[in-house]
Structure formats: C-alpha cells, structure tokens
C-alpha cells in the first residue's frame, strides 16, 4: 500500500478549486503564492482583502498571484504542480502547507520528501526561479491541548527538516513566522508557539482574521522586499 493509498482516499478531491484556477489568465513572471487554506483565504470572499491587491510593487503594479487551494496537502501540491504553478513560469514561489498534511499523517520527512520533488521540478521547468518556503503557520487551536507534546515534535522536526532543506540550496530563503515579532503580544513571546497572539484569528482559531491579513501583508512585505 502507497502513501497515497493510506492518507488521500481520493487525489483529485480539489479539481474543482484547480479548475477554477484555470479559468483565469495566466500571468507569467509573478510571485506566485502555493499552498494551503492560509492563502486561499486572502481573498474577498472571505472578508479579507485579495493578495494581488495588498502586496504590490513598489510602483503600485501586481506582484503576486494567489494559487491558495484549501485542506490542500504537500502531495497535492505536486500534484497539481504542472496546472498550477509550471505554465505560470512565476520567477519566485511562496510554498506553504503543514497543517493538513499532519492530520493526514504524513510524517514530517515525507512533507519535505513531496516539497523537495515539487522544487526540483520548478528548477528544471524555470530557470532561475527563485523559492520561500513557509515554516509551520502558528495558529491558535490546539496550542492548551493536551496533546500538544506529541502535536509540537511532530512541528519542530517538520522546521527542522524543512530549514535544513534551505540551508542546503541557494535558491531557498525559509521563511520563519516563528521569529516574527508581528505574530506574538510581547516580544520576549517570540519563537514560542504557545504564545502567539490570538487575536488575529477567527472563531475556527486556524484561519486569520482581516487583521490578521494585514499583519501577513506586512509579514511578506519584510519577506520579498528585494522582489517588490
């Protein structure tokens, strides 16, 4: 039996997210953001702001392209890697998953596994692309659990791993929310999940209110600044 087989009874459950991705022009040279519900959210539709319109260049023109696709897991992000990134050709991309890919079991050494495939693709595909990818999202749920010992190894090693990935490769900068002071109340708080600030968050304690948006505006601003 595959990984596959075990953690998604079905691959294509997102086609039709994927699909409405495909309706739209494809816009070549961006910043293209990959990933989980944490940008498929930075839309209007949620009451937040679009990402094309809040993180632009410093002339005002579009930067960015949102390809969030909700419950999305590392494997699916490679899946769907040639729909949905490869005809593109964004010359950086912003992965991010984690959260999905641990209730579905998959180990942090398999997560890096699927994101260093997808990666090494994109470096064949596009030449001189360029890679930020996401440290685990902190979120609020979860962080007084009980089963939060088992829940935060599973984490770090997942940080671990994925930072030791782009301590190895040139074309990667880790992006770190953990040591953002804009996520926390206090800043001796910072790099302590369990001490995130709460606030930024919506009734679910996972996904980010509208101010939490601006504060991840003003996250990647910091992030991409040479980009922008």
């Known amino acids: 039996m595959t990984m596959l087989d075990v953690r998604l009874p079905d691959i294509a459950r997102l086609e039709a997210s994927v699909l409405e991705y495909e309706k739209m022009p494809i816009q070549e040279n961006m910043i293209l953001f990959y990933g989980d519900s944490g ?15 809040v993180l632009r260049k410093k002339d005002g023109s579009q930067a960015v392209v949102n390809h969030g696709f909700g419950t999305s897991t590392a494997e699916e992000q490679l899946y769907y890697y040639n729909r949905m990134v490869k005809p593109w050709k964004p010359k950086a991309l912003v992965l991010m998953t984690y959260g999905n890919d641990r209730d579905l079991a998959y180990s942090p050494s398999e997560i890096v596994a699927l ?3 997808l990666m090494a693709y994109a470096r064949k595909d596009i030449p001189g692309i360029r890679f ?3 440290d685990a999202r902190p979120i609020a749920l979860h962080m007084e659990d009980l089963c939060w010992m088992s829940w935060s190894n599973h984490m770090y090693e997942y940080n671990r ?6 301590a190895g490769h040139e074309d990667c900068t880790l992006v770190r929310h953990i040591d953002s002071p804009l996520f926390f109340e206090n800043p001796e708080d910072v790099g302590d999940y369990k001490k995130i600030r709460k606030d930024v ?10 101010e939490g948006y601006a504060l991840y505006k003003k996250f990647f601003e910091g992030i991409l600044e040479e980009l922008l």
């Open 39 to 53: 940008f498929t959210r930075w839309k209007n539709r949620y009451g937040n702001p679009e990402l094309e319109e």
């Open 161 to 166: 791993l994925i930072s030791d990935y782009c």
């Open 115 to 117: 994101q260093a495939r």
């Open 201 to 210: 968050f919506v009734a679910d304690q996972v996904h980010y209110n509208p």
């Open 132 to 134: 930020f990818v996401c």
